[in-house]
Structures are given as structure tokens and as C-alpha cells.
């Protein structure tokens, strides 16, 4: 036998060790008790994973370690001792969401439960990180609070798809004006940059939603594929996800023995709890998607050459400008939506910002100009 897989093993009994541990102690300084029992349950399936890979040491004739506890998990209890545990659980969910695909790739875990548990424990890591320990009292306010953030990311996507049209045009159309070139040829490169940035903001939209359903769509299917194949520890998990939420142990197990009665069901309930997703909508439509990026764009992108179907010369350049600079400070007022801050701040900075980059292609423009005149 190669003497890296028996490293190897060797680090994953370490890793396992380390996490059992943590676990462990997590669970004795957590407060609220049914949390404190989800961390127990976890400590022993990451205690079962070492017990595992001793065996495949033992069973190879190689050295199994002396047990100990790395410095990471020591200083990591150590934070949740002093700060809470609330403060270490982030840290701890990223350690999660990195090593769960550490096992897949691994010979030895082929046709165990150790991929799919590994997987499960990211998952549910998630999900007490985003239920916030439950939903009772002061949780569901959090929870609120986040369904307003939702919202104002909507919000935000909207404002900023205005503003980078408006800004990309805002400057294009003063570059050209600072170049000296006739009132045609400055309206058709705005209108060319209109359609030119909100194609492309279109279709980058359309190609990020699109990917996401891809991968929703497999992350869905592996999801299938674990519930067909290791059933008890998907209901284990369904149990344990519910029991973060803040039901009883025994109402928890009896709700996801009711859910895994019904394949399809189960299918769905953990791919929104487990995932995150909702097998309906995949992340939303490309098409929508993409058109609203198309149309938010266009509309921040008309502002800077509305003035040059009706006027012309200094005249068309100065009014641009000034359309422009006061669309700016709408959208910096809008901003404070998310922000909190005062108007006339966020308005004034985002007018700066705007009238500072339009300045800047206009001298280059003019630069450009004279050099070529």
C-alpha cells in the first residue's frame, strides 16, 4: 500500500477527531438545549467517521496516532467559551462548507455513507446559521429582518442596473462631446452604447441565471440520488434540520418520517431546507432575467442622450450633463433606501462619482481630439 494513503487516512482521522471535538464542546456551552442535542448528534456521526478510518489503519497493519486536538478546534473553543458560540458558528460553517466534498474523490468512502453525510453536515450547518438557533421570539424578527433584505437586494439590483447604464453612457457621451465630434455622430454613439452595455448586461445576466439552474437542477438530482440510496441518514437529517428550527426531538423525527413517506415530497422539502432551493423555480427565469437587466440599462442609459434629439452644440452637452448629474443624485437618494444615510450625502457622492468619470473621458476625449486634428 502506498504510504500516502495511509497519510491520508491519517488526515482524515485528524479531521474527524478535530471535528467531534468541537462538536462536542460546542454542545456543552450552547444554551438553548435542542441545539445543544443537534451538535451531540453531530459529534458522534463525526466520531463514527474515525472509528472508520482507524479501522482502515488498523486493517492495513499502520500506526494509528495518539489522539489529539489541533490548535484550530482549541482556539475556536476557546472563542466560543469567551464570545458565545454564535460567534464561532459562521467559522465553523465555512470549515463545513469546504470539506463537504472532501470525501468524494476518496476510493475508500465509494458506496459509504461518508460523501453523503459529510454533504448533509454543510447543509445543515447552513441552515442553523441562517435559523439563527430557531424561530421563536427574537429569532423571527431576525427573520424578518432578512425577508426585508431580500427585498431590498431586489431593490438595490434594480437601482444599480440604472446606474451603470447611466454612468457608462453618461461618460461615453462626453468623451465623443470632448472629442469635438458632430451632433450625428455623438447621437449615435450614445445610442450605440445604449444598445451595446444593455446587450451585454442582458446576456451576462441571462448566462449567470442559466448556470445556477444547471447547477441547482444536479444539486437536485445528487440530492435524488442520496435519498434513494442512504434513505435513514436523509431522514436523520430532515430530523436534525427541524430540530434547529426549534421543534421538539420527537416532533422533528416524526415529521420527517411523515415527509420521507412520500418520495417526492421528502425530494422537495430537503431540496428547500437542505438547499436552499425551490425546485419550482430554479433561481428564476433566464429570460426575465435577462430582459430586466436589458430595460433597467436602457432607462439609466437614456438620460445622458435625451437632450441631443432636441438640441444641439454646447448647448446639448451642457443639458446632458445636467439631466445627468441630477439622475445621479436620484439614484444616490434611492441608495438611502438600503443605506440609511442622509440624502444629500449619498446624492452628492454619487453625483461626484458620475461627474468625476464623465470629466475624466471628456479630457481624454478632447485630448484624443486635438491630437488627431
Known amino acids: 500500500m502506498p504510504a500516502t494513503d495511509a497519510d491520508r487516512w491519517r488526515r482524515n482521522l485528524q479531521d474527524e477527531v478535530d471535528s467531534a471535538e468541537l462538536y462536542r464542546r460546542v454542545a456543552a456551552l450552547e444554551e438553548d438545549e435542542r441545539l445543544g442535542r443537534v451538535y451531540r448528534q453531530l459529534a458522534e456521526v463525526e466520531e463514527r467517521h474515525a472509528d472508520f478510518w ?213 425530494l422537495d422539502t430537503l431540496s428547500r431546507e437542505e438547499l436552499g432551493i425551490d425546485p419550482q423555480e430554479l433561481g428564476g427565469s433566464a429570460g426575465a432575467a435577462a430582459g430586466t437587466s436589458f430595460v433597467l440599462f436602457a432607462i439609466g442609459a437614456t438620460v445622458p442622450i435625451l437632450p441631443f434629439f432636441l438640441l444641439s452644440g454646447t448647448v446639448a452637452i451642457v443639458v446632458s450633463a445636467a439631466f445627468s448629474a441630477a439622475a445621479l443624485f436620484g439614484i444616490g437618494a434611492l441608495i438611502t433606501v438600503m443605506t440609511g444615510r442622509g440624502v444629500l450625502f449619498s446624492g452628492g457622492r454619487q453625483v461626484l462619482i458620475g461627474v468625476a468619470a464623465a470629466a475624466l473621458t471628456f479630457g481624454i476625449g478632447a485630448l484624443i481630439g486635438g491630437g488627431l486634428g
Request: no cysteine; charged share 20%.
Open 54 to 266: 482507524r479501522q482502515r489503519l488498523r486493517d492495513a497493519g499502520e500506526a494509528i496516532p495518539s489522539p489529539h486536538i489541533g490548535w484550530r478546534t482549541r482556539l475556536l473553543a476557546w472563542l466560543a467559551g469567551r464570545v458565545g458560540t454564535g460567534f464561532v458558528l459562521p467559522t465553523i460553517n465555512a470549515m463545513e462548507q469546504a470539506d463537504a466534498g472532501s470525501y468524494d474523490a476518496q476510493p475508500e468512502a465509494a458506496g459509504t455513507a461518508l460523501p453523503a453525510e459529510e454533504r448533509s453536515h454543510a447543509r445543515l450547518l447552513q441552515a442553523i446559521g441562517e435559523g439563527e438557533g430557531g424561530l421563536q421570539g427574537p429569532s423571527l424578527a431576525r427573520l424578518e429582518g432578512r425577508h426585508r433584505a431580500a427585498s431590498g437586494n431586489s431593490l438595490r439590483a434594480a437601482v444599480l442596473g440604472a446606474n451603470d447604464g447611466l454612468i457608462s453612457n453618461f461618460s461615453l457621451v462626453m468623451g465623443v462631446a470632448g472629442a469635438q465630434l458632430g451632433h450625428s455622430q455623438i447621437l449615435i454613439t450614445g445610442l450605440a452604447g445604449l444598445v451595446a452595455g444593455a446587450g451585454s448586461m442582458a446576456m451576462g445576466e441571462w448566462i449567470s441565471v442559466m448556470n445556477a439552474r444547471e447547477l441547482f437542477s444536479r444539486q437536485i438530482a445528487i440530492e435524488r440520488e442520496e435519498l434513494e440510496a442512504i434513505p435513514e441518514e436523509e431522514r436523520e437529517e430532515l430530523a436534525l434540520i427541524y430540530q434547529a428550527k426549534g421543534l421538539p426531538a420527537d416532533q422533528a423525527g416524526a415529521l420527517a418520517d411523515r415527509l420521507m413517506s412520500t418520495p417526492e415530497q421528502a
